[in-house]
């Protein structure tokens, strides 16, 4: 099993420990575990400036493959990129992670959550706001354009989608 190492740390960065990933080096950096286990025999580095991922996924680079890449999956809009002046707040909120249990599933999730709002764009992306309600079923005031709800039920899409998530987290990531 393969693990990643990955940081953002602005020490680590001038110091050359790992390499950029994406564009800037204002971004998020990648190492090795030597890359790590030497930045903290150094003095540059503490254990908690590095987040640890076990597996990865990967998109097929440029245009002709599919989807034309992370591109083109950023074009139609399956995936955000960070703004710049946010990677830092995002960082700071996944570095709270603990490693996925069956006591710490609901936690996880509200935590991959916060880490979404905190790189978003101010906009809302999940349809309907914190703060709106759903409507008391379907009838008079029902706001057919309104996708914030799932389809002839009062249930937030986005309340739908994070227990789709939990579900799938718990099936295929937990057992």
Same mark, same amino acid.
């Given at each position: 099993e393969q693990l990643i190492w990955?940081?953002?740390?602005?020490?680590?960065?001038?110091?050359?420990v790992g390499n950029e990933i994406g564009i800037g080096k204002a971004g998020i950096w990648k190492c090795t575990g030597e890359d790590v286990t030497a930045a903290i025999a150094q003095g540059l580095a503490k254990p908690e400036d590095f987040l640890v991922v076990s597996g990865l996924s990967v998109w097929p680079k440029g245009e002709g493959t599919l989807e034309n890449g992370m591109d083109g999956q950023v074009k139609q809009g399956n995936f955000e990129v960070i703004p710049t002046s946010k990677v830092q707040e995002v960082w700071d909120s996944l570095l709270k992670q603990e490693q996925l249990?069956?006591?710490? @599933?609901? %936690?996880? *999730?509200?935590?991959?959550?916060?880490?979404?709002s905190l790189g978003g764009t101010g906009e809302d992306s999940t349809g309907g706001g914190q703060g709106s309600l759903p409507i008391g079923g379907l009838g008079e005031g029902f706001d057919e354009e309104d996708?914030?709800?799932?389809?002839?039920?009062?249930?937030?899409?986005?309340?739908l989608s994070d227990d789709a @998530?939990? %579900?799938? *987290?718990?099936t295929f990531l937990l057992g």
């Open positions: 990955i940081h953002c740390n602005e020490k680590l960065k001038k110091a050359e249990t069956n006591m710490n @599933l609901f %936690s996880y *999730v509200e935590g991959a959550n916060e880490a979404w996708d914030s709800l799932v389809f002839n039920s009062d249930v937030k899409v986005a309340k @998530l939990r %579900s799938w *987290v718990a």
